[in-house]
């Protein structure tokens, strides 16, 4: 049987179940990339696409689903698409996510109505992708790109509280297809400006995670509203490195990993709400490459004077650098790079480890060379200690392999601990 001919199979297989099991869990941080190539109809495109990403080393493909003002389910060919993106996916051993969102600001949800809409779009899509068990509600509503209104005439932020709604109603809607899923929210962009007189109205993840847990607290819902949260830790352009920290301003980048956990901590600890300890998704980073003289013929537009891309080469030192670090974060659950595939326009991203024909960068090796090696558990963290759950005398420390070694051979005598990966230990007080 042709690959194609089986992956229809496969298709008409999942298009007949109820609920599946859950899918294949990732024994540490999942790694892959965000890739709407991949959702196509046409059963054979979709097999391909995920072939290339299977093919760079990448365990995990985030897709979208794209909710309109009016729809209570998903149409036809967006259900189509999905159902094929996940065929492909089983079929290549490669965890889904999905983000379902409203496309631009012009289709925010903010009514009631539109956001009951929106959450049982959100339902409909869970029902429709039985093997799919990981979703993102939203897409930086931070920005005015995508949600509108930010602020209130009197200046306030309106955007994180009318999120905040949204995501309640979407989580509530997918936990009562399956409970098992694992629902995101946040999706957070790493800048913003927190100025309402401003020409580009947006807020900035410091103001925005605030805002949200003032508003999920204000609400006095009993339970949840996420089990994950999501984040875009972009640099400033393609030639800023990944560990570049931003400890005197607003914007948070990869390496702000402890602001970022002390940020989720003050907005959720004490609430039904996980806070510091809530699993984060770096769903999108991206670095530009700097495009061959003999590919440029597959592109076309113009790179933004912003964009600053790098030579292939860097681009895999940084993706390396950038899989690294997240892998020595404790709760960081997935990281995921923005492409697979360059998008051919200039003006967007050539971010990907594949050309717009399919062939292969140079810096493809070196990164899949690094998603083994972290698979592997060769990851070298730096050998301090730190507590960036904060509160109590229980934290995350970041212990060598020799001082763990040590531990086992003790029995963890004055402490009990638990081994994610990266090196890092969970100490409770004991």
Request: net charge neutral; glycine share 10%; proline share 7%.
């Amino acid at each position: 049987m042709s690959r194609s001919l089986l992956l229809t199979a496969v298709l008409g297989a999942l298009l007949a179940l109820a609920l599946a099991q859950p899918g294949l869990a990732s024994a540490g941080m999942y790694m892959g990339a965000a890739e709407d190539e991949g959702r196509n109809a046409d059963p054979a495109v979709a097999m391909a696409k995920m072939d290339l990403a299977k093919a760079a080393g990448f365990d995990t493909i985030r897709v979208t689903a794209i909710w309109a003002p009016g729809e209570a389910a998903a149409p036809q060919d967006q259900r189509r698409a999905l159902q094929a993106a996940a065929a492909a996916a089983l079929f290549d051993r490669i965890k889904l996510v999905v983000t379902i969102m409203p496309y631009g600001s012009r289709t925010t949800p903010l009514t009631a109505k539109a956001q009951r809409d929106f959450a049982r779009f959100s339902a409909d899509v869970v029902r429709r992708l039985p093997t799919v068990h990981e979703y993102i509600v939203g897409n930086e509503p931070n920005l005015n790109r995508y949600w509108l209104p930010q602020f209130g005439p009197d200046g306030t932020d309106v955007a994180a509280t009318s999120y905040e709604s949204l995501l309640a109603r979407s989580y509530d809607a997918i936990k009562g297809v399956d409970k098992r899923t694992f629902v995101m929210g946040g999706s957070v962009s790493p800048r913003g400006g927190d100025d309402p007189s401003s020409t580009r109205l947006t807020h900035s993840p410091t103001t925005f995670i605030t805002d949200l847990g003032a508003a999920y607290r204000a609400s006095g819902r009993p339970r949840p509203i996420m089990d994950g949260f999501a984040f875009h830790p972009y640099g400033e352009s393609s030639s800023t490195p990944p560990t570049l920290t931003h400890p005197n301003s607003t914007s948070i980048g990869l390496a702000d990993y402890p602001k970022l956990v002390a940020l989720l901590g003050d907005a959720f600890d004490g609430t039904p709400q996980l806070g510091s300890k809530l699993p984060i998704v770096y769903d999108e980073y991206g670095i530009d490459s700097q495009i061959p003289e003999a590919k440029l013929e597959l592109y076309h537009g113009r790179e933004p004077s912003t964009t600053h891309p790098v030579p292939e080469a860097e681009q895999a030192d940084m993706y390396r650098e950038a899989l690294m670090i997240a892998a020595c974060q404790p709760t960081v659950r997935g990281f995921l790079i923005f492409h697979v595939t360059d998008e051919p326009d200039f003006n967007r991203w050539q971010s990907g480890m594949y050309y717009p024909d399919g062939a292969a960068k140079s810096s493809l090796g070196e990164v899949r060379q690094t998603i083994r090696q972290i698979r592997a558990g060769q990851v070298d963290c730096p050998v301090e200690s730190t507590q960036p759950n904060g509160g109590g005398a229980d934290g995350w420390v970041l212990a060598s392999s020799k001082s763990d070694r040590s531990d086992r051979a003790k029995g963890g005598r004055g402490a009990r601990t638990r081994r994610p990966e990266g090196g890092w230990v969970l100490v409770k007080a004991s």
